[in-house]
């Protein structure tokens, strides 16, 4: 038997287990924890569960932290730094006249990295892009090509209003 608790890193999004060790860790809290991107900021949606060891994946990770109120501004600006770099990203892409929607943007926790998903048809060449937008956040930057599926995914709560749009309209 195992002690879990289930963290969710954007909503929608898929919810990955963490071992809380010792910590009690209510449902609506935020910890820090640590996962093969690095540390993130995430919602515990399951609270701690003792679950059988044929369930899970091991071995578990553990949680850092739950997260302080300094942890809490971070993530905060780095959302707000999200929005501006998805305009930065969006002028870029209409000046190097690359054929690609931006879908996502994603800073990590640490600012070490900042990921732009996107879709397209085909293989595109943004070296340059890249090379830009390096100059512009001074981080690392990855872009992330994703599929139909994905996007669903990364835009979610804006799939099933359209989704709910869709229905009253044929139900009429």
Not at 11 to 27: L, N, S, V
Not at 72 to 91: D, G, P, R, S, V
Not at 147 to 158: A, L
Request: overall charge positive; charged content about 40%; proline content about 2%.
């Amino acid at each position: 038997m195992a002690n879990i608790i289930g963290v969710r890193f954007k909503r929608p999004g898929k919810i990955y287990f963490f071992d809380p060790g010792r910590m009690k860790i209510e449902k609506g809290n935020f910890v820090i924890v640590e996962t093969s991107m690095g540390k993130e900021f995430g919602e515990v949606v399951i609270a701690n569960r003792i679950i059988p060891d044929n369930k899970l994946e091991k071995p578990l990770k553990r949680i850092i932290r739950v997260a302080t109120s300094k942890d809490k501004k971070i993530h905060e600006e780095n959302e707000q730094k999200e929005k501006k770099a998805l305009k930065i990203f969006e002028e870029k892409i209409k000046r190097y006249k690359l054929n690609m929607t931006l879908i996502d943007v994603e800073y990590k926790f640490d600012k070490s990295k900042l990921l732009f998903f996107f879709t397209a048809e085909g293989r595109i060449d943004f070296r340059d892009l890249v090379k830009d937008l390096a100059t512009i956040f001074k981080t690392r930057i990855e872009l992330r090509q994703v599929g139909v599926r994905d996007e669903i995914k990364r835009i979610g709560r804006k799939w099933s209003m359209w989704k709910g749009i869709m229905l009253l309209f044929f139900f009429k």
